[in-house]
Structure formats: structure tokens, C-alpha cells
């Protein structure tokens, strides 16, 4: 399984309503439930899958295929070219620096055949940090050694360069535990596919 492209598809809560659809098809507002229960930490506002899912539409990525009564709600269903977009989006290289949201909406809406994708894009992403890391400490040593600013100025700045090199640590300690879970199950699902097969 190859590595697609570097390209980087814009996350939005468009591809996670879209991924929901796909899923399974709904109306839009049981996809608002399902969105908040998916992304509770994103805290995506009252009408979010409702508009996203109009956007869908207009883009040809779902179409609605019935009437229900209630709420005269119709229920949206995936289009072909929605689901090209969906795994071009899931393929796709996370932005930088890595959104919580967009990983997590990545790793719930994926199949297990798509975890090398999963653990790549992850690693990616901590190679990223890393060099972010290197960066925020190389910083953090300049401000320590600058001579000639006004004391208060350069105290404030080490803290500033502290606090950056804190922040990419803390992120990549994320994504190392993320990798790691991943491929614990990607390990998990082989082993048992191994076994059908062998069975």
C-alpha cells in the first residue's frame, strides 16, 4: 500500500459529515448528533451538519434520496464522487501542526485496511514536531545568550521559547501514543485475519 501524494485536503466539518453519510446514510439532523457524539471536544455549533451537509449536496458529494415525515427531514446518501473525495481527504497528509480534531476524525472514520495510512500520516506529522521542536530549543538558546537587549525584554522572551519548545513537545508525545495505539490495533487486525485465513 503506497503512500499517496502530499497533497493536503482542507479539514472542515464537511469531510467528517461526509465520512458520517457514508457510514451511513441520515437525515441531517440525526448527522449532528452523530458528529457530536464522534468529535464531543471540537464543539462544533447547533446547525454545523446541517449546513455542512447542504454544502455536500451543492458540491454533488451526497444527494438526498427520500422524504421522511417528520421534520419533512430527507436523508442524505454518499455520491461516487463523494466517496473519491472522502478517501482522498483520508489519505490525505494532516495539516500542520496537527489538529486534534482532524486526527481523531481521520482514526474514527477509518477502516483497519487504512491504518498504515493512519500510522504514516501520524508519523509524518511527528517528524514534523520534531523539527518544530529543534527549532523553538535553538531559539530558546539564542534568547538565553543575547546580549545587549534589555533585561526584561530577553527574560520574556526565554519564556516565550520555552513555552513553544513545551508546546511541540507535549504534541509529540500525542502523536507517539496515537502511533503506537494504531499500530497495536493494525498488529491486532492482521493477526486475526491471519487466523481466518489459516482456519
Not at 453519510?21 to 464531543?40: A, F, H, M, T
Not at 487504512?114 to 514536531?129: G, T
Request: proline residues 4%; charged residues 30%; glycine residues 8%.
Amino acid at each position: 500500500m503506497g503512500r499517496p501524494s502530499q497533497q493536503v485536503v482542507e479539514f472542515s466539518s464537511k469531510e467528517v459529515v461526509l465520512g458520517l453519510v457514508i457510514e451511513q446514510p441520515d437525515n441531517s439532523y440525526r448527522l449532528g448528533l452523530r458528529l457530536d457524539k464522534l468529535l464531543r471536544g471540537a464543539q462544533y455549533g447547533r446547525g454545523t451538519a446541517e449546513k455542512a451537509a447542504k454544502s455536500l449536496a451543492d458540491d454533488g458529494f451526497i444527494r438526498l434520496v427520500g422524504e421522511e415525515e417528520e421534520a419533512n427531514a430527507g436523508v442524505y446518501e454518499a455520491t461516487p464522487v463523494g466517496v473519491a473525495h472522502f478517501r482522498d481527504w483520508l489519505r490525505a497528509s494532516t495539516s500542520m501542526p496537527p489538529v486534534r480534531e482532524e486526527l481523531h476524525a481521520k482514526i474514527a472514520l477509518c477502516q483497519p485496511p487504512d491504518l498504515p495510512l493512519m500510522i504514516d500520516s501520524v508519523k509524518e506529522a511527528e517528524l514534523a514536531c520534531m523539527a518544530e521542536l529543534n527549532d523553538a530549543n535553538k531559539r530558546t538558546r539564542s534568547v538565553r545568550k543575547a546580549v545587549g537587549e534589555r533585561e526584561w525584554r530577553r527574560r520574556m522572551g526565554i519564556i516565550v521559547a520555552a513555552g513553544d519548545a513545551a508546546w511541540w513537545d507535549g504534541r509529540i508525545k500525542w502523536l507517539q501514543n496515537v502511533r503506537l495505539f494504531l499500530e497495536k490495533e493494525w498488529h491486532h487486525y492482521r493477526a486475526e485475519h491471519a487466523s481466518v485465513r489459516s482456519g
